[in-house]
T-cell receptor, first 112, second 110 residues
Framework: NAGVTQTPKFRVLKTGQSMTLLCAQD?????MYWYRQDPGMGLRLIHY???????AKGEVPDGYNVSRLKKQNFLLGLESAAPSQTSVYFC???????????FGQGTRLTVV | EDKVVQSPLSLVVHEGDTVTLNCSYE??????LLWYKQEKKAPTFLFML????IEKKSGRLSSILDKKELFSILNITATQTGDSAIYLC??????????FGTGTRLKVLA
């Protein structure tokens, strides 16, 4: 029962480096989301996807790109990391239709 | 712009107390409201509410939605130290997004 799996769990980047966070779900969900969580800010939506091959911007998309080439995977890329992107990143998936979203365990990213 | 506001931001109580957490929302084409509990890692699902006035219960936790006044409350009775967590409220709308509030950080003292 893997559910939603995020890799890596921790990462330290230097300013200007790039990286990709991978989210994989095995529940055949159509909808997938990337959130970031900062102290006192709740969960803020970065990008989301309503199906394979589709992506859309959320509340805080700047500095991030995403791709959904396969239904089960949703990738979040940082092309040139900045200290302001230090955060905990959560991936989530759902069937849509207003039902609950299932979350991965999070990726703690530090940009120095 | 869709918005979810939670109050209070933080709360400290003693074991055995009852707490009420609030969530108000302004959402286009509202479909459902969800409550999550977040301890150290990923948020875990508590309740989904779609209809006004129908209480959802799970043990000492209960929640209700008022679609006319656009708010929901989460009640926890006889609190325990294990209830210490961040409680998140989120809405799902016709824009296919879950919009979260900032959360209420609850600390229960022994």
């Amino acid at each position: 029962n893997a559910g939603v799996t995020q890799t890596p769990k921790f990462r330290v980047l230097k300013t200007g480096q790039s990286m990709t966070l991978l989210c994989a779900q095995d529940m055949n969900h159509e909808y997938m989301y990337w959130y970031r969580q900062d102290p006192g800010m709740g969960l803020r939506l970065i990008h989301y996807s309503v199906g394979e091959g589709t992506t859309a911007k959320g509340e805080v998309p700047d500095g991030y790109n995403v791709s959904r080439l396969k239904k089960q995977n949703f990738l979040l890329g940082l092309e040139s990391a900045a200290p302001s992107q230090t955060s905990v990143y959560f991936c989530a998936s759902s069937t849509g239709r207003g039902r609950e979203a299932f979350f991965g365990q999070g990726t703690r990213l530090t940009v120095v | 712009e869709d918005k979810v506001v939670q109050s209070p931001l933080s709360l400290v109580v003693h074991e055995g107390d009852t707490v009420t957490l609030n969530c108000s929302y302004e959402v286009t084409n509202f479909r459902s409201l969800l409550w999550y509990k977040q301890e150290k890692k990923a948020p875990t699902f508590l309740f989904m509410l779609t209809s006004s006035g129908i209480e959802k219960k799970s043990g000492r936790l209960s929640s209700i939605l008022d679609k006319k006044e656009l708010f929901s409350i989460l009640n926890i009775t006889a609190t325990q130290t294990g209830d210490s967590a961040i409680y998140l409220c989120a809405t799902w709308s016709g824009t296919y997004k879950y919009i979260f509030g900032t959360g209420t950080r609850l600390k229960v003292l022994a």
